[in-house]
């Protein structure tokens, strides 16, 4: 990704996560009224670097500047909500390898380059299979992302799942070609990012190549003209 100027201008991380960190450990506060106080914080820091990107903008013109700038403030949102749930909403303090989670940004978001109000793709990836304190941190980071009016997609996969799901289709296999990791247990993404190149990207080049052409004309197929627009 692009080295960002000023990021602090865009967000401040640590100083957001102090605010929502006081307001977590507000023992007067039920679930509730916490859970709406925690989202105007996110929704105000969320408007805040959308305005300075979009001052930005308009005074250098430069849109690769931009949609850098703006993939960089996704990736702070995620990072502060995914903390604030296993520090406070789901607390673990001793967690096995088994409950470990990688944040993953895959398609557009995995290249780091996105258009206000792109979709943000997000793979939760575990080493196996999920667990039920995965799944509690997985729903309340969706919908607080929601709730914060973004566009999700999203997928919960173990490594062998990715790895497997990509051999079988070419769409999924592009957008794991540009995962990017975001937070998380890191060393599950460099895992399935390390057998994800050994197992299906090296030497395979030209079938890569031959399939993405195929997937083409089938779209060209499935549409017709309206296609050729995409």
């Known amino acids: ?3 960002i100027k000023n990021q602090r201008d865009i967000i401040d991380r640590r100083s957001v996560y102090t605010k929502l960190g006081d307001i977590g450990r507000d023992s007067d506060l039920k679930p509730l009224k916490q859970r709406a106080a925690i989202l105007v914080c ?11 990107i979009r001052s930005r ?10 949609v850098f700038s703006y993939s960089f403030l996704i990736d702070q949102i995620v990072r502060l909500i995914h903390d604030y749930a296993i520090e406070f909403a789901y607390p673990l303090h001793n967690p096995t390898k088994e409950q470990r989670m990688s944040v993953v940004a895959v398609g557009g978001y995995g290249r780091g380059d996105m258009a206000p109000h792109s979709d943000v793709d997000i793979l939760f990836l575990f080493p196996y299979k999920q667990t039920a304190h995965g799944e509690q941190v997985v729903e309340y980071i969706l919908y607080m992302l929601w709730d914060l009016g973004l566009k999700v997609g999203h997928a919960t996969r173990s490594v062998d799942d990715c790895l497997r799901m990509a051999k079988q289709d070419i769409t999924i296999r592009t957008n794991l070609l540009e995962s990017r990791y975001v937070w998380g247990d890191e060393a599950i993404y460099d895992q399935f990012r390390t057998r994800f190149m050994e197992e299906l990207v090296k030497g395979s080049g030209l079938e890569f190549i031959e399939a993405k052409l195929n997937e083409r004309d089938d779209r060209h197929i499935r549409m017709g003209d309206l296609a050729l627009c995409g």
Not at 57 to 66: D, L, Q
């Open 42 to 52: 996110l929704k105000e820091t969320l408007q805040h670097g959308r305005d300075e």
């Open 1 to 3: 990704m692009l080295k």
């Open 57 to 66: 903008f308009e005074e250098s013109n430069s849109g690769h500047n931009a």
